[in-house]
């Protein structure tokens, strides 16, 4: 975190004053030089957020700590095309389920969310999610209404909470320049540049499915033609399967049924390699980490996605890219989302979690 | 500069000390409230570099002083596929050029070149410069071996020094998130993002052109095929317009010859429209600034290149992207290569001014 060993000090200090931490000595069997380092590990009872992955036809969420440890997982159904009121709603039920199992001196700082969509940098609005039919929707505003005033609910496109998850704690740990590509129904991408996460002047950074990828090609969603999302999304795999549309939400499941990848599914690997291709000669990156369906992908189609990379981008860039399953699995979004609500605790603790006792949900 | 009032202070104060500036009062015309603040100028007999803007067929000079006052320009032509050791020699006998007309006092702190290539983000290698048929060619070591060694020689990508000085010093000035888009006779971008130049792992970010914008489209000089550049690049345009292959490096003055646009050139605008909206739904900048033969071509097709972008980038970065000329005309590249050299002065000017005298290329 590019902190030096004071600040480190005195920060685990006030985490543990304040009953968030814990430090234990490191394991009997871990050898190394010099005086061995007290482990800090967030208290089970300590602060904690609710983390939940809204997708198409399900929402996933989890109670979180510090460090990213989930305490405890609930899902719900949801519509297909849901609406955001009723949607609300079940995901605050999800926070109270979660809240209502947590160690009794456990106290709840935050609520992270992340939504397949194209989210404002502020105020917690989903611009458009094509996938949800959303349309300017303020769904922060419609989550924190059943919840305690106190409690943040901060929002976030799932790539880039990905994107981030993958940085800080999965398979990008040390490497400053990636993209984490998620395939759900659409395809949409969170970037990490110089260690930084890639927002755009609105926050709408990283649509990467609507790249311009067959000037005359088919219809997409959004409204143009030919977008990447046409050539590699979800309906385009289950109509190269042979799969029926109401197949198209859980693709993860249905592709991890295949042993090997008929060349139809064989031909979506070289697209996505290419379409990887611009994005790798635009962005540089260290890293490419393929998550949501394009994970169950990858183990079909690795191949064919790494020699269409290889051929159709750039010298440069292409001999220092590797892409890569997520370090995460399926939890990327769900972990980016609960590193979303803690940082106001780690940038502000003695604030937050002194008042947190009266923040309960 | 996101820097205090004291710390100005402090850093004027230095800078004049050393002979770097002057503080002169301001203009009688200019009224504003309270006290007047006096103003900063480069001391034309201080210390400034050389800028070079590597072109296809020429190089173009400049001697600089600190706040981008331009103090003399000097230019020579290049063959078109020059020879690398010749044009470090070229470049460098520009750079003396430049220095002997400099005022006794003044000192050379450094050189900054600008390339239309993929530049490695340290050791001033050009890994390939598709347009000037350079690989894997030291251009900073061939310059620096003709001048004093203790006068440092930086180099990037043309279209990210353009990205620079238009963030600094023109029509991006406030702006954090911009994309400078350069049409020479391949096509490049550099991009600010969140404030900061995008470089990339390797620094090789950027590479607009080599988007796939059509599968089946034509041959690429990069090996593959319908990439962006083959569609809106000067070879493309130079066929629209009937125009002869030698005025391909000079496409800029032909077309300001035109008084209104034929069909062909309008098409060529469109798919200029369509490839910039890729990059807004990827990078979500508020400002496209284009650049090279693109400044002449926008001021033909400026209504179809934004109706385009408009018709084609999602709604939400689309509403808030303003496409505009360079507000530094011709000289972004120049300008840009002048900031990288001056960099380490401003880092610390006690250092590198004190030491100044000595070098003197």
């Not at 590019?2 to 009997?28: M, Y």
């Not at 860039?317 to 370090?327: H, I, R």
Request: charged letters at 20%; aromatic letters at 4%; one cysteine or more.
């Amino acid at each position: 975190m590019a902190l030096n060993r004071s600040t480190i000090a005195a920060l685990v200090g006030e985490l543990e004053a304040l009953g968030a931490t814990e430090q234990v000595a490191p394991e009997a069997g871990r050898r190394s030089a010099g005086r061995p380092s007290p482990v800090v590990r967030a208290d089970s009872a300590g602060p904690y957020v609710v983390a939940a992955d809204v997708g198409v036809g399900r929402i996933r969420a989890a109670r979180i700590l510090l460090g990213g440890e989930v305490a405890a997982r609930a899902t719900a159904r949801v519509p297909d095309r849901p609406d955001p009121v009723e949607t609300a709603a079940v995901l605050a039920g999800l926070v109270e389920e979660l809240t209502a199992s947590a160690p009794p001196r456990a106290t709840l700082v935050g609520v992270g969310v992340g939504v397949p969509g194209v989210i404002a940098k502020t105020g917690g609005v989903v611009r458009v999610a094509p996938n949800l039919d959303w349309r300017d929707v303020a769904f922060s505003e419609l989550v924190a209404a059943h919840l305690d005033p106190s409690v943040p609910v901060l929002l976030d496109n799932d790539a880039n909470l990905g994107a981030l998850a993958e940085h800080l704690r999965g398979v990008g740990v040390g490497v400053d320049d990636l993209v984490y590509v998620i395939g759900l129904v659409g395809v949409g991408a969170g970037f990490i540049v110089g260690g930084a996460p890639l927002l755009g002047a609105g926050g709408y950074a990283g649509e990467i499915g609507h790249m311009r990828y067959r000037p005359d090609g088919e219809a997409c969603h959004c409204g143009n033609r030919g977008c990447w999302e046409t050539e590699v999304g979800a309906v385009a795999i289950a109509r190269a399967i042979g799969a029926p549309a109401e197949q198209v939400s859980h693709l993860d499941e249905v592709l991890d049924d295949f042993d090997r990848a008929p060349e139809a599914l064989r031909e979506i690997g070289r697209h996505i390699g290419v379409g990887l291709a611009s994005a790798v000669n635009l962005f540089n990156p260290r890293l490419v980490v393929l998550g949501g369906y394009l994970r169950s992908l990858y183990r079909l189609v690795g191949d064919d996605v790494d020699t269409a990379l290889e051929e159709r981008a750039l010298r440069a860039p292409s001999q220092t890219v590797t892409v890569s399953l997520p370090g995460l699995g399926d939890d990327s979004v769900l972990l980016g989302a609960a590193e979303m609500a803690f940082a106001p605790v780690l940038a502000d603790p003695v604030t937050v979690l002194s008042g947190a006792d009266e923040v309960r949900a």
